[in-house]
Each structure stands twice: as C-alpha cells, then as structure tokens.
C-alpha cells in the first residue's frame, strides 16, 4: 500500500554522471498521461520513484519514467544496476541535496514510499 508521496524538482540521475542514483527496472511513458495513472502504475509495481521530464524538441518530447520496479523483499529497499540495494532514506536525502543544488529543476520528481 502507498503511504506517501514527496514531490521534488529534481532527478536521481543522469547519463554521465558518477553519484547517480542507478535504480534497476526502469520504463518510460508518453508525457499525455496523467499524474494519478502514473501513481497508480508505479504503485501495482512498487515502484521507488517517478520523474517527469519536460519537453525539450521534437525528437526528445519529454515524458514520465517510473524508476525502481524491481524490489527486495523490504518495503522501502530497492535494487541498484550494480546489485546493490539502496533505502527509501537514502533516494530522499539525494533528491533533496540534488534539489538544493537545483541540479535537473525543471524535472519533477515523485519519491514513494510504501
């Protein structure tokens, strides 16, 4: 069950960069769907987080990426590309140091916990 939802202007990554945040199970949608059909797809597969990218042309017209569907057993633990896992806690605390250094603002990002 979803418990709670913070929102950011922020991401957890980006290409190229060393202190990215890499969650496994990551899939893309169409920026004309909604927030709450997003929320409800992240949710049935207890997703970590959710970002919203703007549009930016033609060729890269933005759009919702559920980050985090593969899960330990853990409520709040998820699975990194590397095989590590990483908490709830610490996806929060880059979303918010990221978002205090306005790194990636004019991204939103949804951050769950279950």
């Given amino acids: 069950m979803l418990n709670n939802i913070r929102h950011y202007n922020t991401d957890i990554e980006n290409w190229g ?5 890499h969650l496994k199970g990551v899939k893309r949608f169409p920026n004309t769907m909604g927030l709450d059909e997003i929320i409800a797809i992240a949710a ?11 549009r930016q042309s033609v060729k890269k017209p ?5 980050k985090g569907m593969t899960q330990t ?3 709040n633990v998820w699975v990194q590309t ?5 908490t ?3 996806i929060k ?4 140091k990221n ?8 991204r939103d990002c949804y951050l769950l916990k279950y």
């Fill in 99 to 106: 978002e205090a250094n306005h790194k990636w603002s004019c």
């Fill in 62 to 66: 933005g759009g919702w990426y559920i």
């Fill in 82 to 86: 590397n095989g590590t896992s990483i």
């Fill in 88 to 90: 709830y806690d610490e």
């Fill in 93 to 96: 605390n880059v979303c918010e």
């Fill in 44 to 54: 049935k597969h207890r997703a970590a987080i959710i970002i919203k990218t703007t």
């Fill in 73 to 75: 057993t853990n409520a």
């Fill in 17 to 21: 960069e060393d202190d990215n945040i």
